[in-house]
Each structure stands twice: as structure tokens, then as C-alpha cells.
């Protein structure tokens, strides 16, 4: 009965949208790139806060009047910055931290615009800009993102190049916007005329087409180190994803895994991960 109610939710807001781009294409624009962009979970409440992040040093960051919450497990090595993915929030690290914490190094782990304590409406451009406000403060050496923080961290390193970052990892990550869009249409099922409304919405409010969002075009003089991780079974982003990323980035190594799924909670994983970092 779930499911069902969210395939007529889904499928409601597409014959909005698609209706609404033959009467008026400007809300029309507004509306799909809205819905594109809304998370529907990855919410945390002030006062009721899991454990593992009420029992951290947190700090607010402004950035043209959004908010950036950040978490800080303190240390004495290295800075580990963290950036998690679509509808969640820095508690899906859970599983990750005693790895790093091992290495005695301090991390540090940021909500996204629109989740977890964060606020702001959501973009990639946007999760990037939140990345770069939170590398200023904390001068991190090395960079993990996990789905579409990976995605942002890989945005977020070429349009910033920040000098300091040493490594960068990616969990599950997609490499081009294109298959997400592409998810999004098949999932409202969306004309041609409203898919192209999505893309004109990118090069009007962020200065690229979908097309030019592409790992291929990020990383083609990137000089760090990078470390990408799939699961074969992940049905959220495919594996091929991180494929294309490996082909176009001379400094990275692709590790692969069955079973986790899109989580890709693996303690072998994560030991790699912590090696590959510390090493």
C-alpha cells in the first residue's frame, strides 16, 4: 500500500508539472527543478538528537544566509572531512568513524543544505559552496563522500581546487547529473517539453547544461589521489557509475564489493578505506 500511494504521489506530481509547462513554462521551470531537488527524509531534530552526534563539538557556519551544521570527533592527526548523500545525514557515518577514529585523526562531518540540521534549499552547486565554507574552517586532508556527496566533493575540488586536500574517496557515487535526471523523468514521467525546462533551469541558475556536469570534465588534470568504491548489487547508482569515473581520473583505483548495496556498510571496505588514507 506504500508503494502504491508513492507511485500516484509521483506520478500526481508529473501530470502537475507536465500540464503546467504547456500554460506556463517559467513555474512550470520552477516547479520541476523544486521537486528535483526536495529531499524527503535525511531530517534531524535539535532536541533529539542519535548519540553518536549530540556527543560532538557542533558549530553553526552562515553562508549567504543558509546554515551549515558540522559535527567534530577531535584528534590529534589529520582532518577527515565527511560529506554524506541524498536523504540522509552525518549519523549514516556511524558505522565508518571507529575506522577513522583508530587512526586518531580528527574528523569532521557536515550536513547538507536541506538535511539533517543544515538549512537551505538544495543544489549541487550549493552542497559544494557548503563544502568549501566548511574546508575554510576546518582545512581538511582529505575528503569522503558518500552517493551524491561524492558527487558534490568531486564538483566541489574542481570548481575550488582546494591546494590542501591530499585524498579523496567516493562511496557509491554517480559520475555525470545526466542518469539522475534521467531517474527523476522516468520516475514522474515527464514530457521531452518538461525535461528541458530541468535542464534550462540548470543554465539559467548555475551556468551549465546537465551535459557539463561529468566526471570526465572534472577530473581530467586532477593531481590528488582518489579512491572509488561500488557495490555491484546497488541499484540506486550502478557500478558503471564509478567506472567512468576511474577511466577519466589517472590518480584513482576502483574497489568493488557485492552485496552491501547502495550503503555499501562493509567493515573490509571501510579497513580499506582507513588504509588507503592513513597509509
Not at 506530481?13 to 527543478?33: C, D, P, R, T, W
Not at 565508518?96 to 547538507?112: E, N, R, S, W
Not at 559544494?128 to 563522500?145: M, N, Q, R, T
Amino acid at each position: 500500500m506504500r508503494k502504491f500511494r508513492y507511485f500516484i504521489l509521483t506520478k500526481s506530481i508529473g501530470l502537475y508539472i507536465n500540464l503546467l509547462s504547456l500554460v506556463h513554462a517559467g513555474k512550470a521551470k520552477s516547479a520541476v527543478f523544486y521537486f528535483f531537488s526536495k529531499p524527503r527524509d535525511g531530517k534531524l531534530k535539535p532536541d533529539a538528537l542519535p548519540e553518536l552526534l549530540a556527543n560532538t563539538h557542533r558549530e553553526t557556519i552562515s553562508l549567504n544566509g543558509d546554515t551549515i551544521q558540522t559535527y567534530t570527533w577531535k584528534g590529534n592527526g589529520a582532518v577527515v572531512m565527511l560529506a554524506h548523500g541524498w536523504d540522509s545525514n552525518s549519523w549514516r557515518w556511524e558505522k565508518f568513524l571507529p575506522y577513522l577514529k583508530q587512526a586518531g585523526c580528527t574528523i569532521v562531518a557536515l550536513d547538507a543544505p536541506d538535511h539533517g540540521l543544515s538549512r537551505g534549499s538544495f543544489s549541487l552547486p550549493k552542497y559544494a559552496a557548503f563544502i568549501d565554507a566548511a574546508a575554510k574552517k576546518f582545512e581538511p586532508d582529505y575528503l569522503v563522500g558518500h552517493s551524491l556527496g561524492g558527487s558534490a566533493s568531486l564538483f566541489y575540488q574542481y570548481t575550488y581546487r582546494n591546494p590542501k586536500l591530499q585524498k579523496l574517496v567516493m562511496l557509491g557515487s554517480p559520475a555525470d547529473l545526466n542518469p539522475i535526471i534521467n531517474n527523476y523523468r522516468n520516475l514522474l514521467s515527464l514530457t521531452p517539453r518538461a525535461h528541458r525546462l530541468l535542464s534550462d533551469y540548470f543554465v539559467e541558475n548555475f551556468n551549465f547544461h546537465p551535459d557539463e556536469y561529468a566526471a570526465g570534465i572534472f577530473t581530467k588534470d586532477f593531481s590528488l589521489s582518489g579512491f572509488i568504491a561500488h557495490d555491484t548489487t546497488d541499484t540506486v547508482v550502478l557500478v558503471q557509475e564509478s567506472e567512468k569515473i576511474v577511466s577519466s581520473w589517472k590518480g584513482a583505483r576502483l574497489v568493488t564489493t557485492t552485496g552491501f548495496g547502495h550503503s555499501l556498510h562493509s567493515e573490509e571496505l571501510y579497513k580499506d578505506v582507513a588504509d588507503f588514507l592513513f597509509a
